[in-house]
């Protein structure tokens, strides 16, 4: 009777490239023994073949930086492929807390006046209206159940996803990640009810009733929560 040998890396191609699938039991020593074994002895490729991403998933295993470091460089030595993401199951306590205050919704019932700021990590629901020169800003989406008059800026760590949603609609700019949209004068002073800002498939920050916004973005649910 044959013995089954484990194997600590599954190798699988995919439409987009290679998908390593890494033990999480084994020592890491092992890991990269076999890795770099089977890397060698099935990928051979020619000068002019393109590149070919590769995904690699740790499952349950957590990896340091220098551990990361040190399979990125084995791969990498095979000239044709490209690490495209590690994927692990598991996260550090810092960066469980991260995710859960950029992912939080703050509430905040106030009136912002010109000169203030208001800024929170992750998404804002603020209660009340947001003067001239006043400026809120978060890391997520920004919900105003009032009139926004003032400037106000979403996606403040780069999420291009994110959008500023507002009763009334008076800003003087809006800015979502990198991009910055400021309203014409005549926007300012008539305003428009329950409208939201966010960025199109073409890259600029257009605004559009928020019974529209489903169609660009079908998949986000907390709308309806915020307002």
């Not at 076999?34 to 890397?39: D, T």
């Not at 810092?94 to 800024?119: N, P």
């Not at 009139?147 to 507002?166: C, D, P």
Request: charged fraction near 25%.
């Amino acid at each position: 009777m044959n013995k089954r040998i484990q194997q600590n890396v599954m190798i699988k191609g995919t439409k987009d490239g290679l998908t390593l699938h890494l033990d999480d039991s084994c020592s890491f020593s092992e890991l990269l023994k076999e890795l770099e074994s089977k890397l060698s002895a099935n990928y051979q490729f020619q000068e002019n073949d393109s590149g070919i991403a590769v995904k690699v998933h740790t499952g349950n295993r957590y990896l340091l930086e220098d551990q990361k470091n040190r399979i990125r460089e084995l791969i990498s030595q095979k000239k044709k492929l490209v690490i495209d993401e590690i994927i692990s199951n598991v996260i550090t306590k810092e960066e469980a807390k991260q995710w859960k205050d950029e992912h939080q919704m703050t509430t905040i019932a106030k009136v912002i006046r010109s000169g203030q700021i208001l800024e929170v990590v992750g998404d804002l629901l603020l209660i009340g209206d947001v003067n001239p020169g006043g400026t809120i800003i978060a890391g997520g989406n920004i919900f105003v159940m009032g009139t926004l008059r003032g400037i106000a800026q979403a996606g403040h760590n780069g999420n291009q996803e994110s959008f500023v949603s507002a009763s009334v609609m008076k800003p003087s700019h809006i800015r979502i990640a990198d991009k910055i949209m400021k309203a014409p004068d005549k926007y300012i002073e008539d305003g428009h009810m329950m409208e939201c800002a966010f960025i199109n498939e073409n890259g600029r920050i257009i605004v559009e009733k928020i019974q529209a916004f489903k169609n660009h973005r079908p998949n986000f649910n907390r709308l309806e929560g915020g307002l």
